[in-house]
């Protein structure tokens, strides 16, 4: 019998990408190189607008790259949570200031023992999205399905317990929907995508004991994971306040809170991408 490999929890970012090849570390250095050069010659939008940085995860050698991005991110707008920032929205009115809403997209562990700890430090607080059926998995007992989560099957990630969700839910961070199973909705019939956003939401509400009023699109891009006629509604249907996506923008005034644009990050970029990114 072939003994399976033995994998190790990520702990670090370091690890994270040790697996990555050779082209794929190439190419991310020359974006960064070139981002860097980009950077140099712009400033940080200056117009009124609200912006969603959001991360999947702050690794043990991230908390101190995470911890500064928001001390950037504080010199140049204020920190609002995700019931705020859709309020403002729906509102129709002026946004008057710039505004930052920190989410994360998955259930890493890291989120409580890493992430939570500098937000609130901060005075930050974040929305959590969660894939509700990796809610509470045990790397000894789960782990073929914890190593399913990417297609690599090489990266043994840990998820958050509900004590967990429910301690950041105490702590004062909003935990929304990622659906159950981290799925593409666009590859989804009606019935199935319907269930993906139900069901998490019946979950999530059951165990925290308080309305799930948030929803986050896997992957988030349109017109390849979600559909956007259809699937925002549908969110809507099941009584979500919101319906996120990962395309990046700022959001101004008579922008929709069912279909919100966010900047993904990395919690150990440096200032410049930061810079970058929140240029445009």
């Known amino acids: 019998m072939t003994q399976q490999p033995a994998f190790s929890p990520i702990r670090t970012y370091r690890d994270f990408i040790a697996g990555q090849s050779a082209i794929v570390r190439a190419r991310g250095l020359a974006r960064n190189s070139a981002i860097r050069l980009l950077a ?48 403002m929205l729906d509102g129709g009115g002026e946004i008057d200031g710039r505004y930052f809403c920190i989410t994360f997209d998955d259930g890493f562990k890291n989120w409580a023992t890493n992430a939570a700890p500098v ?5 930050a607080r974040a929305a959590f999205f969660i894939v509700t059926g990796f809610i509470g998995t045990s790397i000894d007992e789960d782990r073929d399905k914890l190593l399913g989560f990417y297609d690599q099957g090489d990266l043994l990630m840990e998820f958050l317990s ?16 990622h659906t159950i199973n981290h799925v ?13 956003m139900k069901g998490s939401k019946d979950i999530i ?27 925002p509604g549908m969110a809507e249907g099941a009584s979500y306040k ?27 970029w440096g200032d410049y991408q930061l810079k970058y990114f929140f240029s445009s």
């Not at 937000?119 to 005075?123: D, E, I, S």
């Open 119 to 123: 937000l609130l430090n901060a005075g």
């Open 184 to 196: 593409h909705l666009a590859d989804l019939d009606d019935n199935a995508a319907e269930a993906e």
């Open 162 to 177: 509900w004590d967990d969700c429910r301690a950041l839910a105490d702590a004062g961070m909003i935990i929304g929907s």
């Open 205 to 231: 509400e059951a165990e925290l004991g308080r309305p799930c009023d948030h929803f986050c699109c896997p992957f988030g891009r349109e017109g390849i994971d979600f559909i956007a006629s259809n699937h």
């Open 40 to 87: 140099a010659g712009r400033s940080p939008d200056k117009k009124d607008w609200i912006r969603f940085p959001y991360y999947h995860h702050v690794f043990d050698d991230e908390v101190e790259g995470f911890a500064r991005q928001l001390r950037y991110m504080a010199s140049l707008g204020d920190f609002i949570d995700l019931d705020d920032a859709v309020a």
């Open 242 to 268: 919101s319906f996120l996506t990962g395309q990046r923008g700022a959001m101004r005034r008579g922008a929709s809170s069912m279909n919100i644009r966010r900047d993904h990050m990395l919690a150990g």
